[in-house]
């Protein structure tokens, strides 16, 4: 059984930073690509950012290019998600996703995903 499961959220003060982690059992992560994704309330899933952690292969959306960084925690056996400088429209729930690969075309697509975690709750507020 494939399965993903994002951690590591909760509540931060802007400005602040939070590490998330994408845990996955069933498959090896170096065969897959690893995307996540962030969806507010009312709002479509959005693309955050992507890792191919085999070759290093990343892309991160305009909204958190520069504040947001994937790797690959090999001790842990996660693909995490550092986020700095955080902002209040950086609040949603956080999934990661994974998806066969090596180029990274229309990465921010979740339709371009098979298989999903549960999604951890991120909220940037003073």
């Known amino acids: 059984d494939v399965q993903l499961q994002a951690s590591g959220g909760g509540l931060v003060q802007p400005g602040g930073s939070l590490r998330l982690s994408c845990a996955g059992s069933?498959?090896?992560?170096?065969?897959?690509?690893i995307g996540w994704f962030r969806q507010a309330p009312g709002q479509e899933r959005e693309g955050v950012g992507y890792?191919?952690?085999?070759?290093?292969?990343?892309f991160y959306s305009a909204a958190v290019k520069g504040r947001f960084a994937l790797f690959r925690d090999s001790a842990k056996d996660t693909v995490d998600l550092q986020m700095n400088n955080l902002k209040p429209e950086d609040t949603a729930v956080y999934y990661c996703?994974?998806?066969?690969?090596?180029?990274?075309?229309?990465?921010?697509?979740?339709?371009?995903?098979?298989?999903w975690g549960r999604g951890t709750l991120v909220t940037v507020s003073s």
């Open positions: 069933g498959f090896t992560f170096d065969d897959y690509a």
């Open positions: 996703a994974r998806r066969l690969g090596s180029r990274g075309s229309s990465w921010y697509l979740p339709l371009t995903y098979d298989s």
């Open positions: 890792l191919k952690s085999s070759t290093g292969l990343t």
